[in-house]
């Protein structure tokens, strides 16, 4: 939790609403301090040995035993638009708490992959559509927990829109001036939406 003033009040909210109330200065150090939170909390014990881990800097533990250090590792999870034409592919997943909300085709990198292949890959799976053209849009630590995202654009290529693995309800082809429900910023996924809206890609 994160202590805020809203309309003058103290009040303590979670870390993705605090965006709306903090300078983007000190919403990034409350994202490192939650980073950092969550992997003292998760790395209290050696995994070599068992023995209790001592601080060994900022961002690291070490086990004073055996010597081991550890640092917070980082999961990587890609998202992608997909444009068709004038068009750009929205899904739902079912992992979505808002049961409205339509968002980007996303996932995290497997062992041995690129994070275009990667993109690639999910966009099958989900959708069964095969896209060309995959470029890079931005990055964002995600710390909930220990995500960083990766966002790119892709072009559709071919094929018809089946949810093939189970994780998504349904999705869609959406035009600027048709679309549902979004997801809420500061997520990566609306910011690639919006400049897609504004033509920026």
């Known amino acids: 939790m994160v202590k805020v003033k809203i309309n003058g009040e103290e009040r303590e909210v979670g870390l993705r609403e605090a965006w709306n109330y903090l300078p983007p200065d000190e ?6 301090r939650a980073e950092l939170e969550h ?3 998760t790395h209290r014990y050696c995994g070599i ?6 601080p060994a800097s900022e961002i690291s533990v070490k086990c004073p ?3 081991r250090e550890y640092f917070p590792a980082l999961s990587p999870a890609v998202l992608v638009l997909v444009r ?3 068009r750009a592919l929205l899904v739902h997943a079912k992992s979505f708490a808002r049961p409205e909300m339509f ?4 996932g995290f990198v497997e062992t041995g992959e690129s994070l275009e292949e990667c993109v690639a890959r999910e966009v099958a799976e989900e959708t069964t559509l095969k896209i060309t053209n995959i470029h890079y849009f931005g990055s964002q630590s995600w710390p909930f927990p220990s995500q960083l995202m990766v966002a790119f654009t892709a072009d559709y290529e071919n094929g018809d829109v089946r949810f093939a693995d189970g994780e998504l309800s349904s999705g869609s082809w959406f035009t600027r ?3 549902p429900p979004l997801p809420t910023l500061p997520s990566l996924s609306r910011i690639l939406i ?3 809206i504004a033509g920026k890609v």
Not at 27 to 32: A, I, K, P
Not at 49 to 54: D, Q
Not at 103 to 106: H, K, P, Q, T
Request: aromatic share 10%; proline share 3%; net charge negative.
């Open 49 to 54: 040995c068992g023995r209790p881990t001592e």
């Open 39 to 41: 992997f003292r909390n």
């Open 27 to 32: 919403y990034r150090r409350e994202v490192r």
């Open 194 to 196: 919006d400049a897609w």
């Open 84 to 86: 068709d034409g004038e």
């Open 177 to 179: 001036e048709s679309l």
């Open 103 to 106: 968002a980007l085709v996303a």
């Open 65 to 67: 035993d055996c010597g």
